[in-house]
Each structure stands twice: as structure tokens, then as C-alpha cells.
């Protein structure tokens, strides 16, 4: 917080660096950002590992993995079909990495002095990379596959022939606009939820020094924050999901057109 | 009206967009669970349908609140 008394939501998505570096103009250190990244990468793999001993009999964590990986295999099959199996780890990828980092931001590890989570989801420059990704990655297995036959992805069967033009307008604006609407959702919708826990967060300490009526109100904040902290969870579930499912069904379209 | 004031306001009324967003995002899961119940043999098998419905109508409100907070820190 910078000064005493004054909300400052916008703080936590700063990003600081830990080991500054410059190389050649460009600024490329070691932020707080990289470092939850990194985190991230960690607690996937260390979930993975734990549960791929392949097992008879599996045990619980081997449970879970497999309870995660078969839900993505589930979704890929229904919505792409038996060709989408091959790109189901790319999917499965994308899912585990944005609900685990999703997850990671809401820890509340600043009970701890010094020590604050980062949620690398609610920068643009992530979640932009990551739908970038996923619109090449459907550009270009649209056009591996079917060549230029891919654009009648743009006009749908038994449009008349008058119409063509602007359909074609329309349906080729719905397609560019994927990737800022599946970047945008995802970071958007974690600032959101990150700037109304820390408004009403300090409604609660502010609220503390404010008397009977300010108790009453801090009491009334706190009630409400543990409401929105389950949403959250909530939201970060349904956000990586989400994000998952538009994706397999972008490249639905691209595999199989329509 | 000085301009930090305007800017105030113009970000609360863009705020609205987000209560639209709301109503939106009521009516996806209100008609999906009206519908469900009338059939819950069909019902998971269109649940992937939900969320799109679903994202479509939220991407929106989200987008109001981007337009609200791109109005409130402009300068």
C-alpha cells in the first residue's frame, strides 16, 4: 500500500524485479512474475510425477492424475472427435497450466511479511501468448490440412450466393476476434475478482479503526470476502476450463471444418 | 464539471455493462437448468454448450469492466 489510508487494488500486479538483468537494451530479469511461473511449473510436474508409476492398482494420487488427464481426454474426443486425440496434450497443457496458476494467485501467502502470491494469469502478456498460441496452432492445421479449401470455413453450406459477400465479412471478423476474446476473458476476469478481494479486504482493516459502525461494516466485508473467495475458486476452475473447450473447439473447426 | 470527476462517473456508468453481463449470464444457466430438469437424460451431454453460452455472455461483461477500468486510470 503506498500511502496510509489509500486503497491501492491496482498494487499486487506489479511486476518487480527479483535479479534485475539487461542485456543489450533489452530487460529481461528474473521478476516476481518468472518466479511464479516457475512455481507453477513446478507443482504441475511434481503432480504428474507423483502419480505416473503406473500402477495396477492405483493409488490415490495416481487417481487423480487420472481423473484429470481423462476429463481432458473426455472433452477433446467429444468436441473434436477420434483425429483430436493427437492434440490433446497441447489441451491438457493449457488447462493444467492456467487452473494451477490461476490457483497459485489466490493463496493467502501474504499473511507471511515479505511474501506475496502473483497471479501470472492476470497479465495480457501471458493469457495474450497463450491465445495466440492457440489461434496459430488453428491457423496452421487449418491450412496443413486442407489448404486453401479452409476458407469455406468463412461460408457456411447453403448460403445463397447474394449473401456470400458478407458472411464471408462476418464469419472472417468472428474469426479474428478469437484470439483478443480468449485472452481478454481469462485476464480480465482475474483482475476482477483480485481487485474486489482487496477493496473489500481493506474495507476490513480500514473498517476496524472506524468505531461500532466501522466494525459493523469491516464484519459485513469479511462475511462477503469469504463469499467471493469461494467464487473465485469457483471462477478459476471454470476460466481454465473454458479456455480449454474454446480451444478444442477452434480447432475443431480447423480439422474438420463444417 | 472538473475532469476527474467525469472520469468517475463515465467508469460507473460503464460499470453498468457488468450488471447486463449478470442478467446474461442468469438467463445462460437459469434456461439450461428450466431445460434440464425436463430432461436430465440430455442434460450432460450439452454441458459443453452451457459454458460456451456461458463464456460468450461473461466475455462481454468482462469487457465492460475493462472499458470502465481503461476509463477510471486513463489520464
Redesign the interface.
Known sequence: MAEAGKIDPMHQFTVEPIAPLHIGGVDISFTNSSAWLLVTLVVIFGFMAMGMRRQLVPNRWQMAVEGLTGFIDDMVRVNIGPEGRRYMPYIFSLFSFILVSNLLGLLPLAIVPGLHSFTTTSHFSITGVLAVMSFSMVLIIGFWRHGFHFFSLFVPHGTPIVMVPLIFLIELISFMVRPFSLGLRLFVAMIAGHILMEVFGSFVVTGLNGGPVGWGVGALSFAFIVGVAALELLVSAIQAYVFALLTSLYLNDAINLH | MDFASAQVIGAGLAAIGVGAAAIGVGNVFGSFLESALRNPAAADGQQ?RL??G??AA??LG??A??VA?IIL?AR
Open positions: 459443453g459454458f460456451i456461458f463464456a461473461e466475455l468482462l469487457i469492466f475493462a477500468m486510470y
